[in-house]
């Protein structure tokens, strides 16, 4: 049992390093960006006027695809991703020391160095006035603020609260982008995203290693997967791991969720895949 207990702690650190890095800035995975031309334009006009834009829309649709190719346009030390997480990351004390520790690493390190001097017990207001400073001193370069899954933050939360005011009083400081399914705060320019158009699907099809389909069954893929890259691409999955198109399109309009299509994969993944898979 001492063994054991030891594990589990040894497991905590190693998921909690992995899932929550203060000290280390995210990087969003390179996306392909397809049918969003518009709205990559907006945010990039919007952002470069130092505004705040917010990506919205539901789950799957492409939101973070699109926030990762705007912050593919900053130089990427200009950048600072945070991903929040519910109950490993979505602390006031979290968000500061991994900003801090951001722009210290640019240069201007007071809000750092304040928070090593408080042993990490941050002092909302005096960290805001530090960060405001230090952003202000990286001028004229300007430091984008992006911040993914915001539905995580609940407004019963004294820490969720926290961290929204503070998000609101950076939006004064320079560009800040937010990505969730919904607009929590108010905002100059709400981007809403919605499915791809028809147009759209045979590049993703393309893309997703499967050859054209007939003319008549696009519409009906539009329909049940409403567009969202992610659904098509499983619906890729499912044609080119050997399912007839037929019976997938059959499929889909039956299942509310995507735990179908999910198990029909699963059958065809090899036991090394499907390991992997499980340990992930």
């Given at each position: 049992y001492r063994v054991r207990q030891r594990a589990v702690k040894a497991l905590a650190y190693a998921l909690y390093q992995a899932v929550s890095p203060p000290l280390r800035t995210e990087t969003p995975a390179p996306h392909f960006l397809l049918g969003r031309d518009l709205p990559y334009a907006?945010?990039?006009?919007?952002l470069?006027?130092?505004?705040t834009v917010?990506?919205?829309?539901?789950?799957?649709?492409?939101?973070t695809a699109l926030?990762?190719?705007?912050?593919?346009?900053?130089?990427?030390?200009?950048v600072f991703w945070y991903t929040l997480r519910r109950d490993f990351n979505d602390q006031t004390s979290s968000l500061l020391f991994a900003l801090g520790h951001c722009l210290r690493s640019l240069g201007a390190g007071n809000t750092w160095r304040q928070l090593v001097a408080?042993?990490?017990?941050?002092?909302?207001?005096?960290?805001?006035g530090l960060l405001r400073y230090d952003i202000e001193a990286l001028r004229p370069a300007a430091l984008l603020i992006c911040i993914d899954e915001m539905?995580?933050?609940?407004?019963?939360?004294?820490?969720h609260v926290q961290i929204m005011h503070l998000l609101e009083e950076l939006a004064l400081c320079g560009p800040l982008l937010l990505i969730g399914q919904r607009a929590l705060l108010p905002v100059e320019l709400t981007l809403r995203l919605d499915g791809l158009e028809a147009g759209a699907l045979d590049t993703l099809f393309r893309r997703s290693g499967v050859p054209p389909l007939q003319e008549e069954l696009y519409p009906r893929v539009l329909l049940y997967?409403?567009?969202?890259p992610v659904l098509v691409q499983?619906?890729?999955?499912?044609?080119?791991s050997g399912e007839e198109v037929e019976t997938a399109l059959q499929l889909l309009p039956k299942t509310p969720s995507i735990e179908a299509l999910f198990q029909r994969i699963w059958r065809r993944l090899e036991e090394g895949e499907r390991s992997l898979l499980m340990q992930l």
């Open positions: 907006q945010a990039l006009t919007a470069q006027r130092n505004e917010y990506i919205a829309g539901p789950s799957g649709v492409g939101k926030g990762a190719a705007i912050a593919g346009h900053w130089p990427a030390q200009h408080d042993r990490g017990v941050a002092d909302v207001d005096r960290a805001l539905d995580v933050l609940q407004d019963d939360r004294l820490e997967t409403r567009g969202y499983l619906f890729a999955s499912l044609i080119r």
